[in-house]
């Protein structure tokens, strides 16, 4: 089974950035798809991005060009770099494992000024 964790959210200001990682234990991930979804407040669960086991990356249209999703297997860690944030991105982040449905606790990011 793995063990997801994300650390890096906080409170940041319109136009910031954010760096979220997600560490995995119990099993190596560098087999594995990974990628992240956010909730906001009161709304359903929206997924973010996506990077393959080789590396592949997908976006929501609503991110792309202002988020990368990467991944160091050596380190057992994926990462969601956040550029030029907005209020629209806040919420709870979560980072998931694609084939067998693991996901971490997440990780509050609250854009305002």
């Known amino acids: 089974q793995v063990q997801l964790v994300e650390s890096g959210g906080g409170l940041v200001q319109p136009g910031g950035s954010l760096r979220l990682s997600c560490v995995a234990s119990?099993?190596?991930?560098?087999?594995?798809?990974m990628g992240w979804y956010r909730q906001a407040p009161g709304k359903q669960r929206e997924w973010v991005a996506r990077i393959t086991n080789r590396g592949a990356t997908t976006y929501a249209d609503s991110v792309k060009g202002r988020f990368t999703v990467s991944r160091d297997n050596a380190k057992n860690t994926v990462f969601l770099q956040m550029n030029s944030l907005k209020p629209e991105d806040t919420g709870v982040y979560y980072c998931?494992?694609?084939?067998?449905?693991?996901w971490g606790q997440g990780t509050q990011v609250t854009v305002s000024s």
């Open positions: 119990g099993s190596i991930i560098s087999a594995y798809h």
């Open positions: 998931y494992e694609e084939s067998f449905n693991f």
